[in-house]
């Protein structure tokens, strides 16, 4: 089976772009879960889509915006990119009625 | 709100000894318990959980936890790292079956020679 991908996994930007990363869950996964990692602050919850709702949403801006397809695929928005939102993003999918979540490889965002 | 307490940010270990990675977490009428490792460039992997039954929990790659209700504190153990174990790990708790993960700071793990 295979795992939770990311695309891209490496992305440039400059300050004031917009950036719309991808997650593919694991298939039969219903639930996509978001989290920026960065060295300071750790893991941090972005939101989370279940069957194409969103369930659960973090702390952050307006500017951070998600979505979920039929086919379970997600998508994240960061509009007006900030020098402060370089980080590992990583996405996460859990199957129905499962109490883990199964991580992709992330994606790096760079900003300049 | 649930939150997740790693005191230590890093420890460096000798390989072949044995490590704790300590973990407390906020107290909750039920709460799920995970540890997580990340190795340098890769997502995370599951170590090891516990929902209920059993307190000591045993995972992958020789890992186990104890679960203490009292103490609130879910802390991890190997009784001998080898240099492969250098990595980060994560402890994460939620209280509802896959939602409301809350994840600690972190522990680096160095792993010595």
């Known amino acids: 089976k295979a795992g939770v991908t990311q695309t891209p996994r490496y992305l440039i930007k400059t300050r004031g772009q917009q950036v719309t990363l991808s997650c593919s869950p694991i298939s039969g996964h219903r639930s996509v879960s978001w989290y920026q990692q960065t060295p300071g602050q750790g893991l941090q919850f972005l939101f989370e889509y279940f069957s194409e709702t969103q369930r659960n949403k973090g702390n952050f801006p307006g500017r951070f915006s998600g979505r979920q397809f039929s086919n379970s695929r997600s998508e994240m928005n960061v509009s007006t990119l900030e020098l402060g939102d370089s980080a590992l993003y990583l996405c996460?999918?859990?199957?129905?009625?499962?109490?883990?979540?199964?991580f992709g490889p992330g994606t790096r965002l760079t900003v300049l | 709100a649930q939150s997740v307490t790693q005191l230590d940010s890093q420890v460096p270990v000798f390989e072949e000894a044995p490590v704790e990675l300590r973990c407390n977490y906020s107290?909750?009428?039920?709460?799920?318990l995970f540890w997580y490792v990340q190795y340098p460039n890769q997502g995370l992997q599951l170590l090891l959980k516990y929902l209920s039954g059993s307190t000591l929990v045993k995972g992958i790659n020789g890992f186990e936890a104890e679960f203490n209700k009292s103490q609130t504190s879910f802390h991890l153990r190997k009784p001998s790292v080898h240099i492969s174990d250098t990595a980060e790990y994560f402890c994460a708790v939620s209280d509802r079956p896959g939602q409301n993960f809350v994840f600690g700071p972190g522990t680096r793990l160095s792993v010595l020679p």
């Open positions: 996460a999918s859990s199957p129905p009625g499962v109490d883990e979540q199964f």
């Open positions: 107290s909750s009428v039920s709460v799920y």
